[in-house]
């Protein structure tokens, strides 16, 4: 099977700006999670999808949005871009509560 | 409450043991992770551990403990290429939200 795909991998954007990231789960998988790496706060969580619903959601402000499709594609967006949200954005996917499997990661610089 | 914790780094010589001790807060738990993470790269599965007792997979082994919120990571036969951070990771809520602890560098001597 193939693994996790994200694109794209890297980013370069402004301040202010919005971006969009795309996901593509492991065929099967149903639920696709996001998370945010950075050096000082280590993988954070920001939602999961599950059946086109947002089943889970971590403590990120409302800049931060996804959505699911209905062939388990996700996408997430930040609006109004900040510095901080510098990060690599990882996508996971995976069964019902079982074994995520990650994918490569869109590694975002904001200038 | 949420924390996990970890030690931030370890080093340790190549053909040795090193363990990677993980705790954590009890309520609400539905098991625990370990990911291994080369820089630059995304996290890869290790092991998943929801009842007690030690999973064995070739040279890494996890084991658990429920009631003390405990775990380890037990690498052997230490590889260079195990130098890597490890990462421990609980689930709690239904779903699959996984809460990470800091990671553990490990750094293998020749």
């Given at each position: 099977?193939?693994?996790?795909?994200?694109?794209?991998?890297?980013?370069?954007?402004?301040?202010?700006?919005?971006?969009?990231?795309?996901?593509?789960?492991?065929?099967?998988?149903?639920?696709?999670?996001?998370?945010?790496?950075?050096?000082?706060?280590?993988?954070?969580?920001?939602?999961?999808?599950?059946?086109?619903?947002?089943?889970?959601?971590?403590?990120?402000?409302?800049?931060?949005?996804?959505?699911?499709?209905?062939?388990?594609?996700?996408?997430?967006?930040?609006?109004?871009?900040?510095?901080?949200?510098?990060?690599?954005?990882?996508?996971?996917?995976?069964?019902?509560?079982?074994?995520?499997?990650?994918?490569?990661?869109?590694?975002?610089?904001?200038? | 409450?949420?924390?996990?914790?970890?030690?931030?780094?370890?080093?340790?010589?190549?053909?040795?043991?090193?363990?990677?001790?993980?705790?954590?807060?009890?309520?609400?738990?539905?098991?625990?992770?370990?990911?291994?993470?080369?820089?630059?790269?995304a996290p890869t599965f290790l092991s998943y551990n929801v009842l007690?007792?030690?999973?064995?997979?070739?040279?890494?082994?996890?084991?658990?403990?429920?009631?003390?919120?405990?775990?380890?990571?037990?690498?052997?036969?230490?590889?260079?290429?195990?130098?890597?951070?490890?990462?421990?990771?609980?689930?709690?809520?239904?779903?699959?939200?996984?809460?990470?602890?800091?990671?553990?560098?490990?750094?293998?001597?020749?």
């Open positions: 099977k193939a693994g996790v795909t994200q694109t794209p991998r890297y980013l370069i954007k402004t301040r202010g700006q919005q971006v969009t990231l795309s996901c593509s789960p492991i065929s099967g998988h149903r639920s696709v999670s996001w998370y945010q790496q950075t050096p000082g706060q280590g993988l954070q969580f920001l939602f999961e999808y599950f059946s086109e619903t947002q089943r889970n959601k971590g403590n990120f402000p409302g800049r931060f949005s996804g959505r699911q499709f209905s062939n388990s594609r996700s996408e997430m967006n930040v609006s109004t871009l900040e510095l901080g949200d510098s990060a690599l954005y990882l996508c996971a996917s995976g069964m019902e509560q079982e074994t995520q499997y990650f994918g490569p990661g869109t590694r975002l610089l904001v200038l | 409450g949420q924390n996990i914790d970890q030690p931030t780094e370890m080093t340790a010589t190549e053909g040795a043991i090193v363990q990677i001790n993980c705790t954590y807060q009890t309520s609400g738990f539905n098991g625990l992770f370990w990911y291994q993470q080369h820089a630059g790269e007690d007792g030690l999973e064995e997979k070739g040279r890494f082994s996890s084991f658990l403990s429920r009631s003390k919120g405990y775990s380890y990571l037990l690498l052997k036969e230490l590889q260079m290429k195990d130098s890597a951070s490890y990462l421990c990771a609980v689930s709690r809520a239904a779903g699959n939200k996984l809460t990470f602890g800091g990671g553990t560098r490990v750094l293998v001597k020749p």
